[in-house]
């Protein structure tokens, strides 16, 4: 409610001063050697709060500023710019972390987020300001949420995506991405660290490939033919992995270690990158179809659906891991994948 009332633009710049100056704290209290962990858990408190606002801010803010025509060339050249830096951040950290120690780290971090809203301040935004409220300000939350939620529930697209996008899909790429794959990795096929890094890597550049391709074909292919190609396609990928995944055959194939470790990455290479392909397409048609009033709401609410989710996912997924057998998990997990992704894209139009 908040997102769709404010100057987005503002609250940007706001919400990564804030963050600035709480990391800026951070290595303040490094440099007098009192930081904890505790504190450090403390401050991630708030820091986690500014993410979500601006997380919303960002994904109701690229629609007003950009042409309609342009929305899915930017969400694609963004998803490439976020995962260059998920690439190449970590690896930083991790050379100045060993020649500069952490406080420089911290320093560096907060002037990241400073300079980002000095760069903010040049963008170009016309905030329509709405009309002021009166009285109550927990009814009036309690009214525009009703209304925003009301309209999502008229438009059964929108229920679809939120239904498809926020809970199905995150309740079974996360667990997979997140505690599948390392654990397969480690415990199952006995990879080493080094190998599960390369890994990691090789899904993230599968993740900004996809993201290159689609600034290069925007113009060219729609939404929808985006979206089924990238949802069949993602899962074959994992029908592959399960396959090879299967005791009986990757013992019976009598793989090498590394001819098994490049059949696994290829599939997770392909695996995220036709998952990028579904995801852009998606946000692009949501930010295009949601009323520009009520983009905050609608963003807010598909976080909130994710943040329930993915935790349960992970929870349900973590316990079936230790309960049952891995590869068993898999190939139910893949062919409901597949079957969910079928009866989807005969109903959702992303036209």
């Not at 939120?162 to 995150?170: E, Q, Y």
């Not at 609410?301 to 316990?319: E, S």
Request: one cysteine or more.
């Amino acid at each position: 409610m908040i997102g769709d009332r404010v100057n987005k633009k503002k609250a940007m710049i706001i919400c990564d001063f804030l963050s600035g100056g709480i990391i800026l704290l951070m290595a303040y209290l490094t440099h007098l050697q009192m930081i904890t962990f505790e504190l450090l858990l403390i401050l991630q408190i708030p820091l986690a709060v500014i993410a979500s606002f601006f997380g919303v801010a960002t994904s109701s803010f690229l629609p007003q500023i950009i042409e309609r025509k342009s929305v899915l060339k930017a969400n694609s050249i963004k998803s490439a710019l976020d995962n260059i830096a998920m690439i190449a951040g970590p690896s930083i950290a991790g050379i100045l972390f060993g020649f500069a120690g952490i406080e420089i780290i911290f320093i560096l971090n907060a002037c990241s987020f400073i300079l980002s809203a000095i760069s903010e301040i040049f963008i170009h935004y016309k905030h329509i300001k709405p009309e002021p409220f009166r009285g109550n300000v927990l009814k009036l939350f309690v009214s525009q949420t009703r209304e925003g939620l009301a309209h999502i529930k008229s438009d059964q697209q929108l229920v679809l995506l939120l239904l498809f996008g926020g809970v199905i899909l995150n309740f079974l790429i996360a667990p997979f991405v997140g505690v599948i794959v390392p654990y397969v990795s480690r415990q199952v096929l006995g990879f080493s660290a080094t190998q599960f890094g390369l890994l990691e890597s090789i899904a993230s550049v599968g993740i900004l490939s996809s993201s290159i391709l689609i600034a290069f074909l925007s113009r060219k292919i729609n939404n929808k033919r985006l979206f089924s190609i990238g949802i069949i396609a993602q899962s074959i990928a994992l029908i592959l992995y399960t396959v090879i995944v299967f005791p009986s055959v990757r013992n019976a194939t009598l793989l090498s270690p590394w001819m098994l470790f490049f059949l696994i990455a290829v599939c997770l290479f392909f695996y995220r990158f036709f998952n990028s392909i579904v995801s852009i397409p998606i946000m692009s048609y949501l930010q295009l179809k949601v009323k520009e009033s009520m983009l905050s709401r609608f963003f807010s609410l598909l976080t909130l659906f994710k943040d329930i989710t993915v935790p349960i996912g992970m929870a349900l997924f973590g316990f079936l891991l230790d309960k049952g057998q891995t590869h068993i998990l898999l190939v139910i997990i893949s062919l409901s994948g597949l079957v969910i992704s079928i009866v989807f894209i005969r109903r959702i139009e992303l036209a």
